[in-house]
């Protein structure tokens, strides 16, 4: 908003610093103060990101340590960052791609739990040395968050903190704009993506894709009320082709249907088309245990897709929760 570039991030994993008053915005600050001095640089070019638990002071006795000890230099792989950046994740996550050019693009994201559009507890960070217009990128970017991450949900909840953004410092020259675009949202899918599957206390992605609907938005509402119910990321959980579970959550998501045209199947399996088909329900079971499950769902009622991404229910997911702070 400043006009000003940004130089350098800075990210705070294990405290939102969130609820947290004036004191909460002077020690933001003062993070952002520290890595400027640290890097030779104007507070105003750095940006700060907190993850964590709400309503507690940040440990700034911790945080000036922990700038102190950065290196002059600072590395250019991206696991130590993505590693730095985990909550309750048990696994980093990045991605990359390379454009025709030789330009990189390199994407960190943090998330496993309080996952819901519009993004919720997520992290999502992209790194590229392309040339790219501001512009350029400030009019895309929303539509690509909202096809990848605003596609996620892990359990229904929201947060106080999230954040996405890609930086762009233009050493590597021009790139054609279009390539540019499809490959950020490449990297931005294969990010949410690793955010769903690593949901708190999951065993499965669970892929929702919609067709046949009205407008991406009707299918983007449906793919997501799928990923979400419990029902149906129970199902998920133990192997049960229950496809009557998928007709609930699409019905209750707004988007409208044909259900006489209505279509689902489940891991390439029909098992509806307007009406009940016959189908090997051991078979389809044991096509479920598997890493990703896959929902198919034809709504029937025009052109529009989209798809959205979620995880399996698990009792580990009520452990981890239930003892969060205790």
Same mark, same amino acid.
């Given at each position: 908003a400043s006009g000003r570039p940004v130089r350098a991030l800075v990210v705070n994993a $294990?405290?939102?610093?969130?609820?947290?008053?004036p004191q909460g915005e002077a020690d933001n600050a003062a993070m952002a103060? =520290?890595?400027? =001095?640290?890097? $030779?640089?104007?507070? $105003?070019?750095?940006?700060?990101?907190s993850t964590g638990?709400?309503?507690h002071l940040l440990p700034m006795d911790r945080v000036r340590e922990g700038l102190a000890r950065l290196p002059g230099a600072l590395a250019p792989e991206a696991d130590p960052f993505a590693a730095a950046i985990m909550t309750t994740d048990t696994r980093p996550k990045t991605a990359e791609a390379r454009l025709s050019t030789g330009a990189r693009i390199v994407g960190t994201a943090k998330g496993s739990g309080m996952i819901h559009p519009d993004m919720a507890t997520m992290?999502?960070?992209a790194f590229t040395d392309a040339r790219v217009d501001a512009g350029v990128l400030r009019a895309a970017f929303p539509a690509i968050?909202?096809?990848?991450?605003n596609a996620v949900t892990v359990d229904g909840d929201t947060s106080t903190n999230d954040m996405a953004l890609v930086l762009a410092n233009g050493r590597a020259g021009e790139v054609d704009q279009t390539e540019f675009l499809a490959a950020l949202?490449?990297?931005?899918?294969d990010l949410a993506r690793q955010i769903a599957a690593d949901g708190e206390g999951a065993a499965k992605l669970l892929t929702v894709?919609?067709?046949?609907?009205?407008?991406?938005?009707?299918?983007l509402a449906a793919?997501?009320?799928?990923c979400v119910s419990p029902l149906l990321k129970s199902a998920v959980h133990g192997n049960d082709p229950n496809w009557g579970r998928v007709i609930m959550a699409v019905g209750r998501s707004g988007a409208a249907v044909d259900l006489p045209a209505m279509t689902v199947r489940v891991q390439g399996t029909p098992v509806f088309a307007g009406r009940p088909l016959d189908y090997d329900a051991a078979a389809v079971s044991a096509s479920m245990r598997a890493e990703e499950v896959v929902f198919e769902v034809g709504l029937g009622v025009g052109e529009a897709g989209a798809e959205a991404w979620g995880c399996d229910l698990s009792a580990e997911y009520v452990s981890i929760n239930a003892e969060y702070t205790t």
């Open positions: $294990g405290n939102a610093n969130a609820a947290t008053g103060v =520290g890595l400027a =001095g640290h890097l $030779g640089l104007e507070a $105003g070019a750095v940006l700060t990101a638990i709400i309503g992290f999502a960070f968050v909202n096809r990848t991450f949202e490449g990297v931005m899918r894709r919609v067709s046949g609907a009205r407008t991406e938005a009707e299918a793919a997501r009320t799928c």
